[in-house]
């Protein structure tokens, strides 16, 4: 197979913590495209962000056809931020709309670096991909980020009152845990947490608690106590995180958070896959702390409501078209064949 590689990376790759991409045995002249990944592929790196590398290699025909155990489908090289997938795994995560992967079809023609017949294919034919799925999954990864967000800033600078209704969402496990315990002791039985307004100095709001429990077994009460106990507790220790380092990571959060929202919104309003973004300084200014928290968080309640709506009004088929992109791949795998024997 033919594989092109830009000039401009030929000699990145001869360092040698890019010895891999020669001397693994699944990549060794059987990668089928390299392109960049992370922020250099958002448009939103600075001077000193990683070079990652993202791609697929072709699956061998013995991978395939023999008995052997299914090896693990992808080469991940941490030293390089380099993640290379078997075409299999790379085609599979494509139909779920994975967001990591479905981005890799939308960098820019100067972002790619290892190009063949194959993947142009699937670049120019990146649609056959996209579903409503990706509401699911750009969603799922946007709730992921916005949570770590959460779970940090109701430690640090989330108003007290925030901090309440953050630890409450983080206690309702419990909660739910203890009124299916207890209800089974008698209907009468219930536990009910919720914030209200503190009469104490030192808070605006608290979570109070509202029970009325009977002949209920002394180890349930404890273990159900303990468990909130320690929730509240850990959330009450002293902050021994270093705030100055921290702080770029949140942001980084905050701005894939949005980037999320806003390619989602692409892929189900306009079928695009828009991965260098053109929101370029919105994104950069909220990396750079030009933003407060309070406005990232109110954006990002604006573009949920409007990633939802374009999930409704989405023309996009509910499933991607199976047969066919399973065609391309035995097809695909059809020629590598022929071409060994």
């Known amino acids: 197979m033919e594989q092109t590689i830009k000039k401009k990376y030929k000699d990145l790759f001869q360092h040698k913590e890019y010895r891999f991409l020669r001397e693994d045995e699944n990549l060794n002249n059987n990668i089928g495209y390299l392109t960049l990944g992370g922020s250099r592929a958002y448009g939103t790196n600075t001077p000193t962000s990683d070079v990652d590398i993202r791609g697929f290699y072709f699956n061998k025909p013995d991978d395939i056809l023999s008995l052997k155990e299914e090896k693990k489908e992808e080469v991940e090289n941490k030293e390089t931020d380099t993640v290379v997938y078997s075409l299999k795994k790379f085609l599979s995560l494509l139909m779920n709309c994975n967001p990591n992967v ?29 579903s409503k799925k990706a509401y ?23 108003p007290q009152a925030e901090k309440e209704k953050h630890i409450l969402k983080s206690l309702e496990a419990e909660m739910f ?149 399973n065609n391309f791949f035995m097809n695909t795998m059809a020629k590598n064949i022929k071409s060994i024997f």
Do not use: C, W
Request: negative net charge.
């Open 177 to 325: 845990m203890a009124k299916d315990l207890f209800k089974g002791y008698g209907e009468d039985n219930k536990l009910h947490l919720f914030v209200d307004e503190s009469k104490k100095e030192d808070l605006d709001t608290e979570i109070f608690l509202d029970i009325n429990l009977a002949h209920i077994p002394l180890r349930d009460f404890l273990r159900i106590n303990a468990g909130m106990n320690n929730m509240l507790r850990n959330y009450g220790k002293l902050n021994k995180r270093n705030s100055k380092k921290d702080e770029p990571h949140l942001l980084k959060h905050a701005m894939h958070l949005i980037r999320l929202y806003l390619m989602g919104i692409d892929i189900l309003k306009k079928h695009e896959v828009v991965t260098y973004r053109p929101e370029h300084e919105l994104l950069m200014s909220i990396r750079n702390g030009e933003k407060s928290f309070k406005e990232i968080f109110a954006l990002q309640k604006e573009l949920e409501k409007e990633f939802k709506s374009a999930y409704k009004e989405s023309t996009l088929p509910d499933e991607p078209n199976y047969t066919e992109i």
């Open 102 to 130: 479905i981005e890799m079809l939308g960098t820019r023609e100067e972002d790619v670096i290892l190009q063949t017949e194959t993947s142009k294919y699937l670049r120019d034919n990146f649609e056959l991909f996209l």
């Open 136 to 158: 699911a999954t750009f969603g799922g990864y946007a709730t992921a980020q916005l949570r770590r967000l959460e779970n940090a800033l109701a430690r640090d600078s989330y």
